[in-house]
Structures are given as C-alpha cells and as structure tokens.
C-alpha cells in the first residue's frame, strides 16, 4: 500500500510541478521508565509519516502529515508552499546511482521487545548498587526501529532501515547529581556501566570545595565538550549560516583555526554511528567531509539547495528538520581525533564531567558561559577533591584553538564521536 | 473497563502546524503541515501501560479497545505503587477571547506582515535578517474510564525576528519575539523589527563583562526565566516525589527572603493557558512561594496523591506524549518600588535583561542563565552596555538574596523544555534586586 501512495502521490504531483519528493517514515519502539528503582511506565509507540517536496520553476514547497490517506491535502499544501517561495537558481533533484550494502545505521538483531527494555533496566539499577550512598532518581531504557522510504521524480527509490537502544539513569547523593546515558544502533551498550557511572558521579561529587576565580586547563570529558563544542561548530560551517553572513567562520576557509594536530570529519560511514547513511534525506550519496583538516578549516556543508545558490555542489548533509518537514543542513557523525597525550590530567587541571546551559551560548560569535557539572580538581593524572561549583566562560573558537590533547578512547555522545579533551587556559568564577 | 485496569485515559491531538520563515527579505520558505496523535494510559495494579499512535482515529472504537489491551499488557511489567489524587474541578476553564483568529488570515497575508517586521529590523549597518512564524491548531479530545469527557481548540501563534549586525569583523545580534493564544499578534508590529535592528547595532558597541559576584538587576524577563528555572522546576511534584529537587521537604519553611512571592497560574490567560490540563483537570492559580515560605508544590494527581502540599491540575503533554508535571504562567508578585528607585539601591552592579535561555538542575539546587544584554550600574545610574553575561547560581541562597521586588510586572511568552517535550509557557516578573549574584563574562578571558 505504501509503494501504491509514493507513486500516486509522484504522479499526482507531476500534474503541478516539475519534480516531487516523498518520504515516507515509519517507527516503533518500546521504553520503560524508571520512577527511582521501580518500573513505572512501560510503553509502545507507532507512527507512520509522510513528507512530500515539490519544486516548481525553482520554487520549493513542503508540508507533512501523520496520517497517509490524507496525502492530497498534504501534497496540495506543499504545492502552494511552493507558489510562495522565492525562486532559486535549481539544477534538478539526484537520480539513482547504485547505493550498495546493507543500511549503516541498523542492526537486525535490535527488536522493540519490552522485555529487553526491562532487562537494561534491572542491569541499570544493579550497577547503581556499586555506590548505595547515591539513590536512583529514574531513568530508563528502549529500543525502536524504523524505516525510510525516499522516491523522487527523477527515479530515486531508496530504503533505509534503523535501529536504535538508549539506556539513562539519574542518581542523587545528598545534593549532589549524577546523570549518565548510551544510545547506540547496536545491543552494545553495557547498562550496568551505566548506572554505575550515574551512581558514582553523584557519589564523588559530594562535599565540593570552592574554587578561586581564576584560569585553569581544563580536561573536558567528552560529554562536556561535545554539548560545548558540537552545536556551535555545525552551526558556523553550515553552509546557510555562511551564505546568509550569519557564521563566524564564513572568511576562515583554508585559515588556521586549531592546532595542527586536530581533525574534524563528518563521517556518514562511522561504524555503528547514530547518523550513519549511505545517502542523505535528499538522496544525494553520503562522503566524508573533512572539516577542519590539521587545524586548517577545510569545507563548509551544503544541502542541494544552498549549493545551487553558492555554486557548490551538495556535500550529501541534507537533513529533515525544516518547515513542515523541509530539508535543512546537517551533520552525519561528527569526529574530533587529535593528539592523543600519554595522560591528559597530567600536572594541575580541572576536570570537567558536564556542564549545564550550554544552549545559551551566543549562537553567533561562540561565547559562552556555562555553569561546571561534576566537577574536581586532578593533580598528574589522578582525581582529587570534587569542587562544588563555578562558571566556565570562553569562546568556543578560542577554546578549539587552546586543544592541547585528547585522551584515547573516543565514545558516542549522540552524534558526536570525541575521547576527553585538553583545554589550555580557561576562564573559571568561583 | 478491564478487571485488571483501575484506571485509563486517552488524550488525542489533532491539528495543523503552519511555519514561515523569512531570510535577508526573501520568503526561504512556508507552508502547513498535519499531525493526528494520540496517547492511551491504563493504570495496572501497579504502574502504567502507555501506547502512543500516530495517526489516531477518535472514531475507530475497535482500535481504542485494542490499544487498551495492549496498554494493560504493558503495565504487566510495571512494579510502581501508583495512585491516583481525586482530580478535583473538571470544568474547562474559560478560553481566552480570540480577537483576530490566525487560521482565517491567508498565508500569503501572513507573510507580507512577517516580511514587514523584518524590513524593518534591516537598519543601516545591519547586514542579515530574520524572521519566523509559528502557527499551531490543535484540537483536543479528553476521555478517560470514569466517563469523563472535554474537549476544546486553541490556536497558538507568535513571531520572531533577529537581526545581525556588522562592524569591522564583529558581529552581534538583535533578537525579538512574541507569541500570543489570544489570536494574530502580526499586525502593527513593525516597531518590534526596529527593535531587534537597534539591539544588534547597540551591541556591536556594548563590552564584554569581568564574571564575578556582585549585585545584580533583573529586568521582567529574565526574572521571569530565573522564577521558571530556579523555583519553578524545583517545585514540580515529580521531581520533588523522586528525591531530584532541594525543595523537597521543605514546605512551611523560609526559603528566600520575605519579599519573594512566586506564582504559577495556569487559568491566566498567557500562553502558556490551556482549559484543562493533560489530565482533563482544570488548573487553579498556586503561590508556590507566599513572602519567602515555601507553601505548595505543581502536581499531576500522581504526584499530588505521593507528595500532597498542593492542587492536580499542572500536568501537561505534547501531542502524543505522557502528561508530566509542568508550570504553565510563572511569575514572581509585585512588590512596591519603582524602576528607579530600584536601580539607585542597586548603586554598583549590573541589570542583566532579555533572555537567550537557561537550565536548571533542580537536585543539586544549581541553575545558569544568559541574558540577551545588560547595562553596568555606577553611583545609582545606568552606564555602560554590556553583552554575553549570564547568571548562575544556587537556588536557595538566591532566593534569600531578593532584597527589592518593583511594581512593574510584566510577563513574556516562550517554550519550555523537559523529559524531551516542549510545551508553551510564560513568565515574568517586576525588575528585582539581588544583593549578590554570580556574573559570568568573558572579558579578560
């Protein structure tokens, strides 16, 4: 029936424009919620959605619906969508080339089963254990899979398959917090680590000490510095933010902006990485993108859109998440790689587990200030008295060029792939 | 209703979200989009089954048995001792009068008036602009196993422009907006857009602030962030039911100083009204904080059965998601002085006003926030204007630190965010006075 849709709704589109896309999206998935140690909530969840792209003369119009037998009213809304845009100088959606292999993003062993879910839960909570002077706040686990279908006018008829296991859990210990969490495509992550990780975070970080004012290196771990770092990062190579003069980096291509050592690669084919694909919510084959090569920043990222309009041609990070289910600009894996030090906290630094607030930096120019998370001092390498707390102020731009080295193992945060991070020279109010 | 199920409800959402967005003065993109979304909850003997379907046909009966069914297999594996608080008034609570209704204004029209907001955000100097509109209709049907039934429309709908501004390789930004759910509020507005234009300009002279602690002026909006983020999260009776929030067990006692009063009132009609709250209970207007003494929490009629101290009626959900405990329109009370009056006590210090958001964490009792802009205070004036400050802190002893409260409330519209759900709220506040806050800036950094 589906299939029976994307044809009539290509084919009823045609009749008004000069190219349609539709995807088409389907998901399940299971969770279990955590009320402190007890199961509270267990829940499903179906969805099904439907996204269709006109374009028209180089005018492009969207729109989206949850419910399929309503594609006419959707296809009509995206069509005078599409009579209100501005025109763009167009050069024609992508027709099929051979996309090969199995879906990156999916593994078929991964079934939205709640006894599963339960399981990670109990695994969760029997590594809290590890540290009873920390008490379970909540968390949970789930599991879900979906699929999506992508046809175009130009031939395209793409499906990809995904799957996706996520396990959190929040621990308290007096009134300090712990908070840890994995998602993955894979059955991979290990819930019992989980939940000891949240447990102890929030038992170590109890009776902080103050710290003075002053300027600190920092050892991010790679949560901090991927909820820091990543979302200003994408946003200013983004290839809108430079085309619309809204990015701090528009007149850096080819400049320095971090040390030699640093790579930045949007990696559509990273093993097991949230965002892997093999082609883009375009339909453009997915490549790897070098964005800051030995320090050097090296591309900006383009949808087929804005690379019409700047003469450059899709980099494939098209990504659902515009108006009414438009193409907007996204990342795929995002992986920082860089000196790896023989030990990162050597000598007198701070480490920091988490910040809060770091969606409140200046989207612009990259200055932030964030209040520091489970936070303590470290002396060569070994972890001393927690601080209780400070705000971290900087620059995001001046921070990727005080990187002094990386730890060695890198892991997952959401989309993004880094090891903990040496920052020379931060600012800390006590 | 099933043996095996004390208790379930259905809450379906259907609707029409429209969105323009207009860059450099060019209409980038528009358009109306259609969600139909339901959540079904069935209380088991010990927890919930939850089962969330999109699309959802309230009509279907035979489907609505069967996502019961599943539902209550669900809550097999469940282990909760939950119950239920009497849901108390269930009389949908007026809806606010809707002057100029947006779904009867042509998209076309719509975005002429947008285009006109951001026209005029482009001052000379100013190199990009911005614009957006956000319309969302949502039709909501209630039903739950006592019989119950309510349904109601809301029509919510808001703008946003920003505007950059260029100078000698700095770049700053100049960001408005404003939502309503009385009805279009596109109209005349293109003062708003000159507004955003300035700010930006202003900026690009502003200078960056030395962090450290100091006495602090919050402007109506950012002390209306600081009512929602530092109190208002910490009195949500999930958080304080699962140990997450230092207000726990605190009720009855003096937490912040006696010229602190802070409401949630979820019949105001701001925007974050709705007639009846996720779980079919009219809200009723709760002092959170009555001259510094913690009184109340925000419940759902779970929480309100574990915790008590407070009234049901403040839980809310997105279309298709669980109801979770929420504020709706948070405000901290008047007190008595003027602006002036304020800023002369404040003598040396900051005014830290608009708001680029912030975040709480209501267990450890810490919360962080940034302002869009600030002025130093010297001698009693205001002086120069400064950019990138933010506000962090613990929630308590800020709280004690309210010296002053002044007499000019005002409340602003935005969105919330918590458990992955956003939900329209607003909050506000006269300007106030801390006799010491912590000021991050990242001069000298």
């Given amino acids: 029936m589906s299939e029976e849709i994307v044809d009539d709704i290509i084919r009823a589109g045609r009749a008004h424009a000069d190219e349609v896309e539709v995807a088409l999206l389907e998901s399940e998935s299971v969770s279990i919620e955590l009320k402190q140690s007890h199961p509270a909530h267990a829940g499903e969840s179906h969805g099904t959605g439907l996204i269709i792209r006109v374009i028209h003369e180089g005018k492009i119009g969207s729109s989206s619906t949850s419910t399929l037998t309503n594609w006419r009213n959707c296809l009509d809304s995206a069509i005078a969508s599409a009579h209100l845009a501005e025109p763009i100088p167009w050069r024609g959606l992508p027709g099929p080339v051979p996309i090969e292999g199995p879906s990156l993003s999916f593994d078929s062993s991964v079934r939205p089963d709640p006894d599963v879910a339960l399981t990670y839960c109990k695994e969760l909570l029997a590594g809290a254990t590890e540290f009873p002077e920390a008490a379970v706040v909540g968390g949970g686990a789930g599991l879900s899979r979906g699929s999506v279908l992508l046809a175009n006018s130009a031939g395209i008829r793409y499906v990809e398959e995904h799957t996706s296991v996520s396990a959190s859990l929040e621990a308290i210990a007096d009134h300090s917090t712990g908070f840890e969490y994995d998602r993955s495509v894979s059955a991979d992550i290990d819930a019992c680590a989980i939940g000891r990780r949240a447990a102890e975070l929030a038992a170590t970080s109890r009776n902080g000490l103050p710290i003075e004012t ?28 430079v085309l619309m003069g809204r990015s701090f980096l528009a007149d850096k291509l080819g400049t320095q902006i971090a040390p ?41 990222t383009y949808d087929l859109k804005t690379g019409y309009r700047c003469g450059h041609e899709s980099t494939g990070n098209a990504s659902r998440g515009g108006l009414g289910g438009g193409v907007s600009i996204g990342m795929h894996n995002l992986v920082f790689t860089g000196e790896t030090m023989k030990e990162p906290g050597e000598g007198r630094c701070v480490l920091v587990n988490e910040v809060i607030g770091a969606h409140t930096a200046n989207p612009l120019t990259g200055d932030f200030s964030v209040e520091i998370q489970n936070a303590f001092f470290m002396e060569d390498g070994h972890i001393q008295e927690p601080i209780r707390k400070a705000m971290l102020a900087g620059n995001i731009f001046g921070m990727l060029e005080g990187i002094v080295g990386m730890g060695a193992e890198p892991r997952r945060v959401g989309d993004t792939i880094v090891s903990s991070v040496r920052v020379h020279a931060m600012h800390l109010v006590g | ?52 379907v999109a699309p959802f046909d309230p009509d279907d009966k035979g489907s609505l048995s069967r996502y019961l069914a599943r539902a209550e297999k ?34 076309e029209e719509k975005a002429a008036l947008l285009k006109a907001i951001t026209d005029a955000a482009s001052l000379a100097g100013v190199s990009n602009t911005r614009g957006n509109y956000i319309e969302r209709l949502e039709e909501v049907r209630f039903l739950d196993s006592t019989g119950y039934e309510a349904s109601y429309t809301t029509c919510r709908s808001g703008f946003s422009v920003m505007a950059v501004a260029k100078e000698n390789g700095e770049m700053q930004m100049g960001y408005v907006r404003d939502h309503a759910i009385d009805g279009l509020n596109l109209r005349n507005r293109t003062e708003d857009g000159i507004r955003a234009g300035r700010r930006a300009l202003d900026l690009l002279q502003a200078q960056a602030v030395h ?23 910490a009195s949500e009776g999930d958080l304080v039911k699962e140990g997450a929030s230092v207000l726990k067990g605190q009720i009855g006692e003096l937490i912040g100083s006696p010229a602190t009063t802070i409401i949630d009132d979820p019949t105001m009609h701001g925007f974050g009204f709705e007639p009846v709250d996720a779980e079919g209970v009219a809200g009723s207007k709760t002092a959170i904080i009555e ?21 049901a009626g403040h839980a809310r959900a997105m279309p298709g998601d669980l109801p979770i405990v929420r504020m709706s329109n948070t405000y ?66 800020t709280l004690h630190a309210i010296s002053l409260c002044g007499n000019d409330l005002n409340m602003f519209p935005g969105y919330c965010g918590k458990g992955g759900q956003t939900v329209p709220v607003s909050d506000g506040s006269p300007h106030i006075l801390l006799s010491e806050a912590i000021v991050g800036g990242s001069a000298g950094v």
Wanted: proline residues 6%.
């Fill in chain 1, 214 to 241: 002053g300027t600190y290196d920092l050892l991010l771990s790679p949560h901090a510095f991927a909820s820091l770092c990543a979302p200003l990062l994408k946003q200013a190579v983004n290839g809108r933010s």
């Fill in chain 1, 260 to 300: 030699e050592h640093l790579m930045v690669v949007d990696d559509p084919f990273y093993p097991g990485g949230l965002g892997s694909t093999r082609f883009d919510a375009e339909g453009v084959p997915t490549r790897k993108n070098t964005i800051i090569d030995s320090g050097y920043l090296n591309t900006f």
């Fill in chain 2, 1 to 52: 209703m099933d043996a095996g199920l004390r208790y379930w409800d259905v809450r379906h959402v259907a609707g029409e979200h429209t969105g323009i967005d207009i860059d450099n003065g060019e209409i980038e993109s528009s358009g109306v989009s259609f969600f139909s979304r339901a959540i079904i909850r069935a209380l088991g003997p010990r927890g919930w089954g939850i089962v969330s």
């Fill in chain 2, 74 to 107: 669900a809550a097999a594996v469940t282990s909760e001792d939950v119950r239920l608080a009497e849901p108390g008034p269930r009389t949908l609570l007026p809806v606010p009068r809707v002057i100029e209704n947006p779904s009867d204004v042509p998209l």
């Fill in chain 2, 211 to 233: 962090g450290g602690r100091m006495k602090a002026v919050l402007n109506p909006e950012l002390g209306g962030v600081f009512a929602h983020e530092a109190v208002g999260h």
């Fill in chain 2, 291 to 311: 001259n510094g003494v913690l009184k109340r929490y925000l419940h759902s009629r779970e929480t309100l059965a574990a915790v008590g101290s407070g009234d």
């Fill in chain 2, 332 to 397: 901290i009370a008047p007190g008595d002085w003027t602006y002036e009056e304020i800023i002369e006590e404040c003598r040396d210090g900051i005014l830290l006003a608009g708001s680029r958001g912030g975040q709480v964490d209501p267990g450890r009792g810490v919360f962080q926030f940034n302002a869009e802009y600030g002025y130093l205070i010297e001698g009693g004036e205001l002086k120069g204007m400064v950019r990138d400050v933010s506000l962090s802190g613990e929630i308590l002893s």
